[in-house]
Every structure is written in C-alpha cells, then in structure tokens.
C-alpha cells in the first residue's frame, strides 16, 4: 500500500467510516470509499450516506443526478419558459421545490423544459400541462419503486460485498434503465388508443370534456384491516399485488380499471351492463382463490362525474364507495340508476334496503346484483 493510500485509510478511520469492519467487509468498504474519493465525494458527504445507509449506492445515485452545472433560472431561460413555470413544473413532478439560482440542474432539465416550452407553445394551458406532470410524477414514482425492487432482488443474488453492490447497481442503472424509454412510450401509446376508443375527448354540447356521465364500481377485500394484524406485511402486499392482476384480468373495453387504493379496486365505464358484468365476475373470481385469498365486496353507481389527471371525482364516486362499504362479503350492490340502465335481461335484481350513507342526506335504495342463470 502506497504512502498516500495509507494517509487515505487513516483518514477514512478518523471519519469512523470503516469501524466495526474487518476481513472482506473492511476490503470492500476500503475499495467503495477510494472510488468514491476519487470521483470527488468529499469525506462529510460518505459520512452522511453512512448514516443514512445509502452509502453503497452513492455511485448510481451519482449517476443518475448527472451533472448539477445550472440553475433553474438558466435553465429557464435556455427554454424561453418563466422561471416560476418551470419552478412549478419540477415541483408537480414530486422533487423538493428548489431556489432559483441554486445550481441543482442539468442538460435533460433543458431538454425536458424545452418540451414544456413546445407544448405551452402549442396552445396547452400551463394548469393542463401541470396537471399531466403531477400524475406523470406520481406513475413513475411508483414505477421507480417497482424497479428499484426489482433490481435488489437480482443485484442481491449470491451475497455480494459493499463494493460488489455499489458496482453492479451503477452497472444495471446504465444498462437497463435506457431500456424504459421506449417501454414508456409504448405503454402510453397503448393507453391513449384504448382512451380514444373507449371514451370521448368533447360533448357534442360544447360541455366540458372533463365532465362526463359515468359509471362506477369500487371492490374492496373484506376483512383486510383485520388480516394486516396477522400475518406478513409481505404476504399482505401480495394479496394487493394479485387484486390488482384480478382485476386486469377481468376486465374488458369499455370498462376499465382506475385504480386499486390499497385493499380496492376502481373500475369506471361508460355503460352501466359491462360494468355489472366486470363487477361481478371480479367478485367471483376472488372466490375461486380460495381460503388464501379475502373475499371481495362491491357497490356500483352512476351518474356526472370529474375525470382529471387519469382518476375521477364527484358524486357517483363518493356514492360507489359508500354502497360497498354497506355491502355483504360476496355481494354486489348497485344504485337504483345501475339496475334501470343494466336492465333485466341478463341480471335478477333483489331489494337490498334503504340506506343511511354518510355524506348522503336522504336514504339510498340499494339492490343486489346477480346472473339471472345464478338467480333461477
């Protein structure tokens, strides 16, 4: 070992970056924390990865955040776009709001901004384009975290060391992560074909497009609260992992699935007959699990509804979600508007009762859904 290495270790101890270490652990360390000073982390920065236990991924994380050379102004002004506007735009996408002249950007926030400035160009009003960046933020906040997963499970095979970590996670950012480009677009392309098939961009009333009659279903587990207290928090977000393959599954267009919020499933269409048939066979579906899988119940309603940002909001979505929360395990409840718009021919309709939801201030007549075959 050279004089310089040794003054380096020395240091590296002093900092207590290597305590507790010895044999192939201390090695590895040794080797994470030359690397890293070579490419210029200072010794409070590997302090502070220690502490937070990310310090075997500093090198993708350095990776990943480029090279932080402008501010959001010059970035800004690179674009032709205010400063303020795309202040908001790096904010609605999840990331901490920053100063304007603190250098924390670089070439892909140009070119990012300079995409928004096309856009804004266009004729899109910057509320719309924040709106998309929002839900773009939070889909792939999730997908990070889908990858991120994804990526320790096979990044963890065979025991490696701190070093053998840092080095095949900066490996597997550059390799794979270039891969979702054109995965993303594809899946985007995919939905907006099944969106313009199955749903309308204007009323022919010079209405709102955002505002829209609609059909609505939520299917929840029963006893899902209850199940967390007894058994794995793994196997828990496995029930939820294959709720949501059920219900990808089951349905079909025109239906579709909005959502699933922990233990519940959205699902929104705009005929009420192919959102009582998805319903239905989603409930019975879960049955066909067995006992290692909770039953599902179910509420449908109807009526004018808010689609922004790929959910829904309004009335018949509070109403969907109270109905199946008043529903039995097994069942499918539906306003009385499901029943007349679903019609009789395929489906034997029982009186469920009238209702006290909360947020509703008159009772709700409720029926129970079922095939007619099933009901003779």
Known sequence: MSASETDRTQEFEAAGLLEGLDGRAREARLRLLRDLAADGVSIEEMRTALAEGRLA???VERLLAGEPRLTPREVAE?????VEFFIAMRQAVGIARPDPDERVCDAQDV????????????????????????????????TADAMRTALADLLLQGSPDEYE????????????LPLM????????????????????????????PNLREVWVAFADMVGFTHLGERID???????VTRLTDLALETVTAPVRLVKTIGDAAMLVSPAAEPLVEATLTLVDRAEQQGDEFPPLRAGLAGG???SRGGDWYGRPVNLAS??????RAGSVLATQEVRHAAGDDRYSWSRAGRWELKGFRERVPLYRARRAAEAE
């Open 78 to 82: 690179a674009a032709g776009i205010p």
């Open 165 to 176: 970590i840092a080095a095949r996670s900066a490996d597997a950012a550059r390799e794979y």
């Open 304 to 306: 004018v509804a808010l």
């Open 111 to 142: 070119s990012s901004a300079q995409a928004f400035a096309h856009l804004r160009g266009a004729g899109f009003p910057e509320d719309s384009l924040l709106d998309v960046t929002r839900v773009l933020g939070s889909g792939l906040a999730q």
């Open 322 to 327: 109270r109905v199946t929360a008043v529903a």
């Open 233 to 239: 928090p793994q196997d828990l977000g496995g029930l």
């Open 57 to 59: 991924l500093l090198p």
């Open 181 to 208: 480009t054109p995965l993303m677009e594809h899946t985007l392309r995919l939905h907006m074909r099944d969106q313009t098939r199955n749903q309308l961009f204007w009323q022919a009333d010079g209405a709102s």
